[in-house]
Antibody, heavy 117, light 107 residues
Framework: EVQLLESGGGLVQPGGSLRLSCAAS????????MSWVRQAPGKGLEWVSA????????YSADSVKGRFTVSRDDSKNTLYLQMNTLRTEDTAVYYC??????????WGQGTAVTVSS | EIVLTQSPATLSLSPGERATLSCRAS??????LAWYQQKPGQAPRLLIS???NRATGIPARFSGSGSGTDFTLTISNLEPEDFAVYYC?????????FGQGTKLEIK
C-alpha cells in the first residue's frame, strides 16, 4: 500500500525558514518523480516543486524559484522541501504527491504552513 | 507556462443529472491531462489520467474525453457523494499546472 506522510509544517514569521519532509512507503521510491503541491486557504491547487528519481532533475514553479529547494534521499525514501524567505502568501497546506505518467495518483494528508507575524 | 481554464466556475445540478465540466489549455498538451475530485478537508483524489483513463476504483459514471486543447469530464447520473470541487491538471516539460477548479453543488 502506497503511503505518503508529510511533516514539518507549522507557524513561522515572514522571512523565516521551514523544512518539510515526506516519508514514502509501499513502492520503489527511486523509480518515481515526486512533487509538492500546495493549497492556500479557500483557494485552488498550485504545483510547487518536483524531483525526479535517481538525481535526474528538480523543477520549481516561478513563484518559489530562488526561495524553495526540493530534494530527495532515495536511500531514505524521503522527499524534502526547504523553504526560505517565507512570505505570507506561502501560507497553505502542502501536499506531497507521487507522479505516475504525469498525474498525481497518490497524495499525502498534507502539512499546514502558516506564515504570520 | 500552459494555462488551464476550467468552466463553469460553479455548476448547480441535482442528483441523477449529468454533469459536464470543461478544461481548456492555452496550448496543446500531450496526454498528460488529469482530473481530480476534492472534498473539504481532504486531499485531492485522482479520477482520470491520460485524458480518458479512469483511475483504480473510480466508478464508471466518471468519464474523460478530449485532446489537444479541449477536454471534458462527464459525470453521468450524479450521486450525492459527487458534489465536490474538480480540478484538471497537466504536465509539460516537467512543469505542472492546475485549472482553477469547478465547484459542483447540489441544486
Amino acid at each position: 500500500e502506497v503511503q505518503l506522510l508529510e511533516s514539518g509544517g507549522g507557524l513561522v514569521q515572514p522571512g523565516g525558514s521551514l523544512r518539510l519532509s515526506c516519508a514514502a512507503s509501499g513502492f520503489t521510491f527511486s523509480n518515481y518523480a515526486m512533487s509538492w503541491v500546495r493549497q492556500a486557504p479557500g483557494k485552488g491547487l498550485e504545483w510547487v516543486s518536483a524531483a525526479r528519481g535517481s538525481g535526474r532533475g528538480t523543477y520549481s514553479a516561478d513563484s518559489v524559484k530562488g526561495r524553495f529547494t526540493v530534494s530527495r534521499d532515495d536511500s531514505k525514501n524521503t522527499l524534502y522541501l526547504q523553504m526560505n524567505t517565507l512570505r505570507t502568501e506561502d501560507t497553505a497546506v502542502y501536499y506531497c504527491a507521487k507522479d505516475i505518467g504525469g498525474s498525481f495518483a497518490y497524495w499525502g494528508q498534507g502539512t499546514a504552513v502558516t506564515v504570520s507575524s | 507556462e500552459i494555462v488551464l481554464t476550467q468552466s463553469p466556475a460553479t455548476l448547480s445540478l441535482s442528483p441523477g443529472e449529468r454533469a459536464t465540466l470543461s478544461c481548456r489549455a492555452s496550448q496543446s498538451v500531450s496526454s498528460y491531462l488529469a482530473w481530480y475530485q476534492q472534498k473539504p478537508g481532504q486531499a485531492p483524489r485522482l479520477l482520470i489520467s491520460g485524458a480518458s483513463n479512469r483511475a483504480t476504483g473510480i466508478p464508471a459514471r466518471f468519464s474523460g474525453s478530449g485532446s489537444g486543447t479541449d477536454f471534458t469530464l462527464t459525470i453521468s447520473n450524479l450521486e450525492p457523494e459527487d458534489f465536490a470541487v474538480y480540478y484538471c491538471q497537466q504536465r509539460s516539460d516537467w512543469r505542472y499546472t492546475f485549472g482553477q477548479g469547478t465547484k459542483l453543488e447540489i441544486k
